[in-house]
Every structure is written in C-alpha cells, then in structure tokens.
C-alpha cells in the first residue's frame, strides 16, 4: 500500500549529515506543500558539518549561512538528532523501519592519496586532517602537531591547498580574529615554519584555486609570495586559450607577485607550478627529511609529462590536497571507484525511498552554495515519488519509536537546543577573549552542556 501524506500523517524523512547538504535539503522539504516531520541526524554533536569544521577559520563570512541554518533547525517540523552515528546508533533496518524515505548526505570525509614511496612517514598527513585538527574536530582534536617542521610541502592547488598554506604563514596576531581552535592557536604560536610550498603539477591556467585566497599571501603581515616567471610563463596560444576569468585573474595575480622585490620577511609561501612528487624522503628516523619533485611540461592534451629533471625540497612535513572520496555507508550501495553512492540524479540506484545530495552524490565539487541547488534537485523527485504512490510508507513513522529505540541503545541524543546552550558558551568565552569563537573540540565536553 502507498503512501499517503495527511494532516495527521506527515511525511517522515531521515536526513544523515547535518551538512550544508543536509541542511538545505531539509530547508527544500519545509518549502513543499506536504505535511512533513524530519529528523537531521549527525554522528557529532554539533551540525553544520563543513561549515564548522572544513570552512578556513579565518574566512568568517563564508560561514555567515548558519544563520539561514539555524531556521532551518529550529522549525518545529524539524528536530536535530546530533551524537547519533547510522550504521551503529541507528542500523540502516532502523532507518527503513522509521522513515518513509531517507536523504543521505555525509559528504566525503575520506582523501585520495599521492601513490608515493614515504607516503606514511610520520610528518606525511592528508590536508584533510590538518584542517579537522585546526578547525578543532573532534576526530582530531587530541591530535599532538609538532610543528617543529621549518620547511612544508603542500600538495595541489585547490582552496584547500591554499587555506593550510596560508594558516601556516599567519601569525599568531592574525589568526586571533579567527575562530581556529584553541589548541590550534597554542601550536601555532610556537611554530617553526618558515618556507612553504604550494605545488602544482600543471601550470597555473589550470590551477582550482580562486583570486580572493590567491591574492590573500601578497597580505599577510610576516609572509610574502615567491613565484618564479619562469614556472608562469605562457606561449601566445596557451594565454588564448584561458578565457575564464577566474583563471586570467589568477594569472594577473601571480604575475604580480613574481614581479614584486622580495621585502625579506621571515616567512615565505612558494607556489610552484609544473612539478610532481615522485618519493618522500626518509630523514633516517621515519620522519619526512625532503621531498623529490619532478620537473614536469605540458603536452598538446594540457597534460603534466615528466621531463626526467629532479630536484628535493628542504621539508620536514607533507600534506596532500589532491582530493576529497566519500566513504561507504553500512547497508547502503557505493561505488568504490566514484566514491559517491550510486544514484539516477538523487535516488539511489535499486532503492525505493532512499536519496542523496550533496558530495557524496556528485562528488567533491563546488563551494557550500553549490549544494543548496544540488539538494533542491533531490528533494525534487523525493517529493514527485511521494505524490506518484512510489514509497511504500515506513511501519513505525513516529519521532516517539526513534526516541524510544535510541533510550534503549543507551544513546546520549544531542539536540538542536543543546547546540544553542554550547553555542552561546563558545561565543561568550571567544568574546571574552576578544576573538569570535572558543571552540569546545573535545565530545564529552561538548555533551557537558545538554540541557536535559
């Protein structure tokens, strides 16, 4: 028998990740003309997923959209279940069993890796996780960083890239206004750095980044830019060939910091172009002792080619930012290759009443706005199969046999209120300290603070 949606029977959804994916598809359902009851589930206790823990710490007003995701929350047809894991806390049976469709949006939290020798020496780390340990995670929050490294490589040029490089050149002065982790600040306070190296291994026509960040290094108060003519020139056909704007700013900008007279200050950032790691170098100990790069050129196709020249890069740490993969879900269809769930513009392939958005649907693509588009589709034809008869409708649809089955697990539920009460306290305690945020990054202190 088909689902039908009532005044007294709303439709009831699952959405898992309380990301700008999740968020915003739970923003689309409220949108429709259906009665609808949803539950935005998140293994962590706090929401927002990348906002709060991908977003640079020092780039506050990308995360200006919480403001429209606490509305979003805090509808009453809305509730936020935070410290609840799916595929432990809440099986994928449970799921089925208590909900008439389910979203999954978790993103992808996962890295690729470089395929190098000395990948896994101590000092070698995905950018994934400096950022997570930065933007206090609590995944990496008790992380110990040493960073006695004087040299660091990063590898790729997306935002990402720039974000870790650009934290790296601050100082502690500059990045008292951000909202970086308390632990964070600490280590940083006594870091070592003083070169480092963003590298790219095509030219800078194909870099990802965008000018806003790029032009950010030609600011910062101890650090400057060094950027050889030589790695940025292009030939009268490669400079035609870029008409995106993006792409000829970034030029215009590169341009100008390779021309500027160096002011010696006791920090540099490198961005090199048209070179690729090909082997981390051990220090004797286990550690990350250099890095070898290899020369490379660009073919007809715009590919990178080795040329056979090397070099190694006085380094001690290495973080790679070639890209994001998402990571499979217990019960749920993957495609290891993609690493996305497999799905027909939202809904997951061989599945009745079950959806995606977001990154773990299309893969790591886009900016935070992205997804609100991204989302919208989706809960698009969740909608359009609700209102053909295609959802058979859930056994047990009620927010009571959730909560129940949750008591029963012994699961400490994080609500959307508990997140208000450790909100308030962050803020207060950053105000206090002149800066915008105290993060909490430890789990069992930020469940300090539910009110019941």
Known sequence: MSLTVTPDRPLRVA??????????????????DLNVDIDV??????????????????????????????????????????????????????????????????????DRRLGIPGEDLTGSMSATEFVAWYNGHPDAAAREMILSAGGVAVVGVGNVALDVSRILAKTTQELRSSDIAPHALDALEHSHVKDVW????????????????????????????????????????????????????????????????????????????????????????????????????????????????????????VLRSVGYRGVALPGVPFDERRGVIPNEEGRVEGRVGEYTAGWIKRGPSGVVGTNRKDATDTVAHLLADVQGGKLPGAPQPTRAAVDALLAGRGVQVYSFADWQALDAHELATGQAEGRPRRKVVHRELMLGHRQG
């Open 15 to 32: 959405v898992i990740g309380s990301g700008p994916s999740g968020i915003y598809a739970a923003e689309a359902l409220l949108k429709s």
């Open 198 to 317: 963003i590298l790219g291994r095509r030219g800078p026509a194909q870099a990802a980044f965008t000018t806003k960040e790029l032009r950010e290094f030609g600011e910062l108060h101890e650090s400057e830019p060094v950027v050889d003519p030589a790695e940025i020139a292009l030939t009268d056909a490669e400079e035609a060939a870029v008409t995106d704007n993006v792409k000829k700013k970034n030029i215009e900008v590169l341009r100008d910091f390779a021309a500027r007279e160096r002011e010696g200050k006791p920090r540099r950032v490198h961005l090199r172009f048209l070179v690729s790691p090909t082997e981390i170098i051990d220090d004797g100990t286990g550690h990350v002792g250099g890095l070898k790069v290899e020369r490379n050129r660009l073919d007809d196709s715009g590919n990178a080619v080795g040329t056979g020249e090397y070099e190694v890069l006085p380094v001690q740490m």
């Open 41 to 110: 589930l998140d293994r962590l206790p706090t929401p927002y997923g990348l906002v709060r823990y991908g977003v640079a710490p020092d780039h506050l007003t990308i995360k200006s959209v919480t403001r429209g995701f606490e509305k979003t929350l805090g509808d009453p047809r809305v509730r936020f279940l935070g410290n609840v894991e799916f595929g432990t806390d809440l099986t994928h049976q449970d799921v089925l069993s208590h909900y008439d469709a389910v979203l999954y949006t978790v993103g992808a939290s996962s």
